[in-house]
Every structure is written in C-alpha cells, then in structure tokens.
C-alpha cells in the first residue's frame, strides 16, 4: 500500500515538471508571437505580479534584429519591481554612467550601465499620484519634472510637478516640491475622464518647460464628442509653455492624445507624435498658435465605424464642438494606418548607429515597434522603417555611448546596440 502512494506522488510530481515545463515553452511561444495572452484583454487585468514573471521568465537574454542599414543586437532587462508592468513611467539619463527609471506607481530604480546592477531609489514619488505620466530630468538646472494625474473628488487634474535633486556617491536625493502648473478639473458627471487619454510629455525648451496634454475623456465615438481640443480656454487636447509659476500659454491646440513631444536639434523643430482615433496617428510640427485639427480634421476614422456596412465615417454635427469653415487646419508632417499607438520619439546623435544621425527615432505601443524616419533638409519624410521589436515601448532614450535604450509595458529595458561591432 505505501509502495503505490510513493508511485501516485511520483507520477504527480512528474506530471507537475511536465506542466511546468510545457507552460513555460507556451508562455515563451505566445511571447514571441504576440499571442494569447499577452496580446490579449485578459493581460490588462491580470495582477502585476503575475504580468512580472510572466514576462521576467519569458525575456530572452538577447535577440537579432535585421534592419536596413544595421544588424542590431537587443539586450532584455528585467527592472526587479513587480509594479514594473503598467502604462506609465519613464526612463531618463541621470548621468554618463545611470539611468533613472521611474514606474507608473512612483517607485524609482538607478541603474548602472556598465555593471548592468539596480539599485531602489528614493520612494517620494511612490504611490502619490493617480498616474506619472511622464518624467524628465534637466541636469544643468539640477530638476527632475514630472507630469501626473490626480484624482480630485470625483474630477482628474493634470500637474507639472518640479524638484530638486543631487546625484552624489551612487545617492539620489530629492526635494523641494513645487506644483508649477495644473490644469482645470474634469469631473465624473460631465466626461468621466480617463487618464490614458491624458498624453503626455514635459521637456525644457527654449528656455521654458512645454508640456503635452490629451483630451482626457473616454474613448466614446473615438473621442470626438467633447468640447476641449478647440476650445482656447481649456487645457485639455493642448501643448502649453510654462514660463514659471502661474505663467503659462497654450502654445498650439487642437490634439488628441499627443504622447510624444521632443526637440530636433537639426533645424530646431519642436516635434510631438499623436495618438489618432481608428488610424491616423500622427507626427507634427508644432508651431505657436497653431491647430492640428482634432476633432475637426483626422485621417482616422471612428472605432464603430464598419466598412461592410452603411456607418459614419464621420459625425455631421462638428460645428458644435469648434469645427468652422474659417479655420486653418496644420497638416500632420506623417500619419500612421492603421494606428502604431505611437508613444515618444527622439533625434538619434549618437555614434552607435551613425548611418543614423539626425533621424527621428519613435516610439509605439499597440505598434509594438520603433520606426525610424528620415527627414530632409526642409522637413519632409523620405521614408520611414519599420524596426518590430515586439514590444509595447512606453519611452525611449539615448545613452551617453550612442545605444538606444527602451522602456516597456512588459517592465524591461532593452538596450539597441550594432550587432557587428
């Protein structure tokens, strides 16, 4: 009788290992293919801690990408943070040998670039806003800025939220805490606002800070019908220059969700990359006082519209919500459709990859890809590549040696590097 119980566990435990086994080449499977589940509803509401070591035990240590002009290796990651996964937070040069990873929950991470080791950092961010949209540090005026969402009652506000830090022996210290702009409320009874629709991005430029900020409200009727891009006293569906304290202008109007906002250096173009509604995800020119058209004006088209049968392309009633005649519309400079989810871009300089210097490298979530697009000398787009890293990249940077390095939904960072060198 004991003898058949020692036989009965040991079938169990082999069939466990089996599983086991089986699960994890599933799960690096579905992975590689973008499939179930990680490509589908079901991620979004797993727990952070199951979406960590789903993805923490499926990352491959490296990867070979194929490009048109490089053979780029890809090296994976894993941020030690079981928040790590989400859709928000940041990665930022601290200095010529840390990074600064700061997750959606406020958590900090420094790390390392030549032992590849983190390190926490200070926590005075964690879990003190609804969401961190964006975060920026500017070294040669010793400031971290943060773009975040509050909840306020029953509304949702946008803040630009300014600190001092200093970076000595390995310590990141942070202080001084300043709100230097925040946007009106948007409240539950009237829009019922979702954060994700709420861009955005915060860089210094031209001497001032420029922040990005979506339309903030659901994604009914793809957005259209709400009152903000088009409305000059509203913050929402904007990008706004912050001189300093209560000192503020909305710079251009009429955007959706614009993600991504960066400066090209070449030619000196302040560049923001938007989210369409069904396609039509853009790239833009910003110039001051200009209107890019939402929702007035979009190469997408609305989510329920359905191309078998006889549904609106787009609504008829838009002159109620700013659409007049009289208005200048600013052409998209690209537009993607289908959508890439197109989330921040930057101006490649480094050496790394030199073939590439001065193009736009962006960003993209449901895209899950970089693109890399070649301007000419009067901003036009020769072409642009398609680069799958099979990822959802939340931000992307540059590192002091020319490497690109990207920050995913799945809570890695993956380091771009040339494969033949």
């Given at each position: 009788m ?29 992975r590689?293919?973008r ?13 952070s801690?199951v ?25 994976f ?13 940041s ?21 390392n ?20 949209r964006?975060?920026n ?58 954060i ?86 853009e ?26 049968n ?10 109620n ?57 009067n ?43």
């Amino acid at each position: 009788m004991k003898k058949k119980w020692i036989i009965i566990i040991l079938i169990i435990i082999i069939l466990a290992i089996l599983l086991s086994f089986f699960s994890v080449l599933f799960l690096k499977k579905a992975r590689e293919t973008r499939s179930w589940p990680f490509a589908s509803g079901l991620s979004f509401k797993l727990p952070s801690v199951v979406k960590y070591y789903a993805y923490k035990f499926t990352n491959p240590e490296s990867l070979t990408i194929e490009t048109h002009l490089y053979e780029i290796n890809t090296e994976f990651l894993s941020i030690p943070d079981q928040e790590a996964t989400g859709s928000g937070g940041s990665v930022n040069i601290l200095n010529k040998d840390n990074l600064l990873i700061t997750l959606d929950n406020g958590n900090n991470w420094i790390l390392n670039l030549a032992t590849k080791n983190f390190v926490k950092g200070p926590d005075i961010f964690s879990n003190k806003f609804l969401s961190i949209r964006d975060v920026n540090i500017f070294p040669e005026k010793k400031e971290i800025a943060l773009l975040v969402g509050e909840n306020n009652n029953n509304c949702k506000i946008m803040k630009l939220k300014i600190y001092d830090f200093s970076f000595l022996e390995k310590k990141l210290e942070i202080d001084n805490d300043r709100t230097l702009w925040k946007s009106e409320k948007m409240c539950e009874e009237d829009f019922n606002p979702l954060i994700n629709n709420g861009g955005g991005r915060v860089i210094f430029y031209k001497n001032s800070y420029f922040i990005s900020i979506g339309f903030l409200a659901q994604n009914i009727e793809s957005g259209v019908y709400n009152p903000f891009p088009q409305n000059p006293n509203s913050s929402f569906g904007k990008i706004i220059r912050i001189f300093d304290e209560n000192n503020s202008e909305i710079y251009s109007i009429g955007h959706r969700n614009p993600q991504g906002l960066f400066v090209r250096q070449k030619n000196d173009l302040l560049i923001s990359t938007e989210h369409g509604p069904r396609g039509g995800d853009e790239i833009n020119l910003i110039t001051k006082n200009s209107n890019y058209g939402w929702p007035c004006k979009s190469i997408g088209t609305l989510y329920s519209y359905d191309l078998k049968n006889d549904s609106k392309l787009w609504p008829d009633d838009l002159q109620n919500y700013g659409c007049v005649d009289n208005k200048l519309f600013i052409d998209p400079l690209y537009s993607w459709t289908p959508s890439i989810g197109a989330s921040q871009g930057l101006e490649y300089k480094g050496d790394e990859f030199s073939k590439m210097k001065d193009n736009l490298i962006i960003s993209s979530l449901i895209g899950e890809s970089l693109f890399r697009v070649n301007l000419s000398d009067n901003n036009n787009v020769i072409n642009v590549e398609t680069i799958r890293i099979n990822e959802r990249i939340r931000d992307l940077t540059e590192s002091p040696d020319g490497k690109i390095v990207l920050y995913t939904d799945g809570g890695s960072l993956i380091f771009l590097s040339d494969n033949n060198k």
